[in-house]
């Protein structure tokens, strides 16, 4: 364990947690909705480990929020990925009940699932991120073909690259993303991110090592970056499907860099994190150019929980198992 997440743990240890009841609030009705599911067990085990009182709540039945108001809970941890859990809506929602909640706030969360807008923050703090355009549905719809403003043709030219990367604006696990190097599955792509969203973003796709840090911390105060993971996907890249099928991808936990490159990388995703104002934890995505220039791509505020997922995977390396990291999590939770 390093010396930060050493004195991270100590200076939250006097929080006594098997003294609390805290709501898992799992599920939902976003296009991650399994995933939640799953990291929502693997979240009740790990409290359950610590003592701590746990009540499961799917929040797909709106009925959660009469059981939160009536069982009154110390802590709602916070397990839903995707729409209406990770944009700013329930947390919004649990600021009006006055219910503390693990993870980034309305404001941060909002921010980080837009992948828009957190690209203009980024770039605004001067922190390298590939260069994107911001598709809207409506103007999609009103010329089917994208043949003028976003056709594929004038896109590879405004970007600079025949490789593209088309995502839902505002979705997360790399739900409805696609790589596209000619104008047939430009269409394509840009058809099934719109389907999915109300607006896509079309990405210059970055050459290169593909790289993910988690943070644990609260923005400006005492966040640290966790070992960087680099991801190796088996077969084509790391979509939904890669990211959850068994055996899919091969991580490298820590990646094998220079160590001024792990620095880099570490200080990138805590700048992110700051950028955002983030709380508790994060996991930012990062593409390494063969030059050593890392980019970084999107920040996760409501990372998985799973038994595979990657937070969790970097904390172990640095001695930190899944009911210290919980312990963590809700600690930072409390302390907002």
Do not use: W
Not at 45 to 54: A, H, N, P
Not at 97 to 122: H, Q, R
Not at 304 to 310: D, Y
């Amino acid at each position: 364990m390093t010396d930060t997440a050493a004195g991270t743990i100590k200076l939250h240890q006097d929080t006594k947690l098997d003294a609390m009841t805290v709501v898992v609030l799992r599920g939902g009705v976003s296009a991650e909705r399994e995933v939640s599911l799953r990291s929502g067990h693997n979240v009740s085990q790990g409290l359950r480990k610590l003592g701590v009182s746990v009540v499961m709540m799917d929040a797909a039945d709106l009925g959660f929020i009469e059981r939160l108001r009536a069982l009154k809970p110390d802590l709602v941890f916070n397990a839903l990925h995707g729409k209406f859990g990770e944009d700013g809506t329930i947390q919004g929602l649990l600021e009006v009940l006055g219910i503390p909640y693990t993870g980034s706030g309305v404001l941060a969360s909002a921010l980080a699932m837009n992948k828009d807008a957190s690209k203009v923050l980024f770039a605004r703090a001067e922190l390298a991120t590939p260069k994107g355009i911001l598709v809207h549905r409506d103007e999609f719809n009103q010329n089917k073909e994208c043949s003028s403003t976003y056709s594929y043709t004038v896109l590879v030219e405004a970007l600079g690259t025949e490789d593209l990367v088309v995502k839902p604006n505002g979705e997360g696990s790399s739900v409805g993303v696609s790589l596209v190097s000619n104008e047939k599955d430009f269409n394509a792509g840009l058809k099934q991110a719109l389907h999915t969203d109300s607006s896509a973003l079309v990405e210059e796709c970055i050459p290169g090592r593909e790289l993910t840090v988690g943070v644990l911390g609260d923005a400006n105060r005492d966040a640290f970056a966790l070992p960087v993971i680099e991801i190796i996907p088996k077969t084509d890249f790391y979509h939904y499907k890669n990211k959850y099928a068994t055996d899919a991808t091969d991580f490298i936990v820590p990646a094998d860099l220079e160590q001024p490159v792990t620095d880099a990388c570490q200080q990138l995703a805590v700048s992110a994190h700051n950028m955002l104002g983030c709380q508790g934890y994060s996991r930012s995505d990062i593409r390494l150019k063969d030059d050593g220039t890392a980019y970084i791509l999107e920040t996760n505020t409501l990372p998985g929980l799973t038994e595979g997922s990657l937070l969790p995977k970097a904390a172990a390396t640095e001695g930190i198992e899944l009911p210290e990291l919980l312990s963590l999590i809700v600690k930072y939770a409390l302390s907002k």
